[in-house]
């Protein structure tokens, strides 16, 4: 079974637990996420089954979009609903201009610390166990790009942002750092993913539809082709030669009409028949296609 399911993970449930759940739904051992939505946070997962978990880091550097609830007065340990409060602050006097104006910081190339209740690891120890201990390392900023940050609604103290952004941007840090800003703290208050890269909420799938719809045989309906998150990449097709070379991982000097004028730093390749069969990466000092990824 290969491919990608577009999941709209529930509130509760980890994204390893919903992993899970395909896993045991479909029979398929190979299956991973593109991406981990805190337990409470809900929206688009993504799930790569079978030769679809090759192109999970495609996908994983894909731009997301959430929609977050922000309460301002009150700040918590991991920066959102579920720690523990660290500071009480008076948000009464905030108005929905001053959070306008607080959020142009925001918006662009910026540089965010990691919350300590994350993923991140400090010397092969992810930093959420740390933080369970009561240590508190020193983490390093990190660039992250904000490529739309809107207000959607104000209705104090919540405000309501829909945020566009680049992998590795955390929205609770980005609940933490407005809070601070405005000078009375906050935390993020609920999460909803709306998009990950084509994959939008619109078209995911509950576990609870997806149940049924392995129990009544209309499954492959809800399973994405492996190559279309790919689509914004060029397609060559080789011959029976150049399928073999890409089987053995073997470069392929392509045609100059076959990869276009100025060819991307990556490319899909086809066999004549219309197999997809991987993508090539392009060594532009030796001038040929490397294979990055072999699907076949």
Same mark, same amino acid.
């Given at each position: $079974?290969?491919?990608?399911?577009? =999941? ?9 637990? #919903? ?40 996908? $994983?550097?894909?731009?997301?979009? !959430?929609?977050? &609830? ?17 500071? %009480? ?8 201009? *001053? #959070? ?9 190339? =910026?540089?965010?610390?990691?919350? $300590? !209740? ?5 010397? &092969? ?9 009561? =240590? ?21 103290? @919540? ?11 955390? #929205? ?24 990950? &890269?084509?994959?939008? =909420? ?8 997806? *149940?049924?719809?392995?129990?009544? &045989? ?18 060559? @097709? ?20 076959? %990869? ?7 490319? %899909? ?11 090539? %990466? ?11 990824? @072999?699907?076949?």
């Amino acid at each position: $079974m290969d491919g990608i399911l577009n =999941i709209n993970k529930p509130p509760g449930k980890t994204s390893f637990s #919903v992993v899970a759940a395909v896993k045991r739904l479909s029979g398929e051992r190979r299956a991973g996420h593109s991406g981990t939505l805190d337990p409470d946070a809900t929206g688009v997962l993504p799930v790569c089954l079978g030769r679809g978990t090759r192109i999970v880091e495609f996908l $994983m550097d894909a731009t997301k979009t !959430y929609r977050a &609830g922000i309460q301002l007065g009150v700040s918590t340990d991991t920066y959102d609903a579920s720690g523990k409060i660290t500071r %009480r602050g008076n948000a009464a006097g905030i108005d929905r201009a *001053e #959070v306008e104006s607080a959020l142009e910081a925001f918006r662009g190339s =910026i540089r965010q610390t990691p919350p $300590m !209740y994350s993923a991140v690891k400090h010397r &092969g120890k992810p930093l959420y166990k740390l933080a369970r201990e009561g =240590i508190e390392i020193e983490r390093k900023s990190r660039p992250v790009t904000i490529h739309r940050l809107e207000m959607l609604d104000w209705q104090p103290p @919540v405000v309501t942002l829909e945020v566009e952004c680049s992998k590795g941007t955390y #929205v609770r840090s980005l609940a933490n750092d407005l809070g601070e800003s405005l000078g009375c703290g906050a935390h993020l208050k609920g999460l909803v993913r709306t998009r990950c &890269g084509i994959f939008d =909420i619109k078209d995911a799938v509950s576990l609870t539809q997806l *149940e049924e719809a392995f129990q009544h &045989g209309y499954w492959e309906h809800f399973v994405y082709p492996v190559d279309i998150v790919l689509q914004d990449y060029d397609a060559v @097709v080789v011959d029976d030669a150049g399928e073999e070379a890409i089987k053995k991982g073997s470069p392929l000097a392509l045609e100059q009409e076959n %990869r276009g004028d100025s060819p991307q730093k990556y490319c %899909r390749a086809y066999s004549a028949d219309g197999r997809f069969l991987g993508v090539l %990466r392009y060594a532009a000092d030796k001038g040929v296609w490397q294979p990055k990824k @072999v699907l076949i």
